[in-house]
């Protein structure tokens, strides 16, 4: 029952924060039963879990808006969550993925891919930041492999072409995007020269032709933090010819800036917009925002943090 109630305030939460004409990002959806790494995270790989979203991207449709399911796998970063019955969270140990084993796992974001839009959604957004899996492979400090996937730039970014290649096959290029965080450290995914790997990222993204580039700021390196940085996205936003997404501690400010002076096509809000259900609208008006508590921000029990944040009682 507790599950269930998770899944329910997070699909209600979803069609609140829709505005006519905004894309909405959905949170990260696991590919495969071994791609899950944390309780109560939702996944696109089963009959179930494709018809149980579609109430949800209904709903996101029913009130204007562009939905994308974001398709992930967290590699090396997961833990046990059960033992003798008994809820835990223990950290597992983890292997290299045998260079036999990849295709399989790519053949895993493609179905995903197909499940997405068999679930109504118009897109998928490959999750590629972070430390989770795509980002292991992209990253030469976490990296350690002698086969074709690791080594040199462009063997550490096979995996991750593979995925986009997959998936643009299975949906079309256009129906597709990607989240990369080059100059970030989670889970100690750092690498040694991130303008590089953007670059050449951004690059070989244009053949593929897919709808859109989401970027994380190199100001955000680790979870919370933000801090001057001699680095830009901007020779990374003119290097990739489709829709680029700047993502990054962006207040209503800098974000107009941003998109006003070329910097980026769009801004991506997740905090102050999990705060603030009407965050358009309070942008727009000049509203006061709703601070957020980032202590709930991952918690599922009580299901607090998500549903409850207040919309404006009207306009000021």
Excluded at 28 to 42: C, E, F, L, M
Excluded at 138 to 147: A, C, G, I, S, Y
Excluded at 171 to 187: E, N, T
Excluded at 207 to 228: A, D, S
């Amino acid at each position: 029952m507790q599950r269930q109630s998770i899944k329910i305030k997070r699909g209600v939460g979803k069609i609140k924060r829709t505005t006519k004409g905004g894309l909405l990002i959905a949170e990260a959806t696991g590919i495969s039963d071994t791609a899950q790494g944390y309780k109560d995270t939702p996944g696109i790989c089963t009959k179930e879990q494709v018809e149980a979203w579609k109430p949800i991207v209904d709903g996101v449709h029913a009130k204007g808006g562009i939905f994308f399911c974001q398709i992930w796998h967290v590699g090396r970063v997961s833990n046990n969550i059960r033992a003798n019955g008994i809820d835990v969270a223990t950290f597992s140990t983890p292997r290299r993925l045998e260079t036999d084993e990849i295709p399989f796992v790519v053949n895993d974001y493609r179905v995903a891919a197909r499940n997405a839009i068999e679930a109504r959604f118009d897109g998928v957004e490959i999750h590629g930041v972070h430390g989770y899996l795509i980002d292991q492979f992209l990253k030469d400090q976490v990296n350690d492999r002698t086969d074709k996937y690791g080594g040199s730039l462009e063997n550490c970014c096979r995996f991750a072409l593979e995925v986009v290649q997959a998936v643009a096959d299975e949906i079309g290029g256009d129906k597709v995007g990607i989240r990369l965080s080059p100059f970030a450290s989670y889970s100690e995914a750092a690498d040694s020269n991130p303008e590089a790997l953007a670059l050449f990222m951004a690059k070989v993204l244009n053949k593929f032709g897919i709808l859109y580039c989401h970027m994380v700021e190199p100001r955000m390196v680790k979870l919370g933090e933000k801090f001057e940085t001699p680095h830009s996205l901007r020779p990374i936003r003119d290097a990739f010819k489709g829709t680029f997404i700047a993502a990054g501690g962006y207040n209503k400010e800098d974000g107009n800036k941003a998109v006003s002076t070329g910097y980026t096509d769009l801004v991506a809000y997740g905090r102050l917009f999990l705060s603030n259900p009407d965050l358009p609208r309070r942008f727009e008006i000049d509203a006061p925002l709703n601070k957020y508590n980032r202590e709930t921000f991952y918690i599922s029990d009580p299901v607090i943090g998500y549903t409850d944040y207040p919309f404006l009682t009207s306009d000021v």
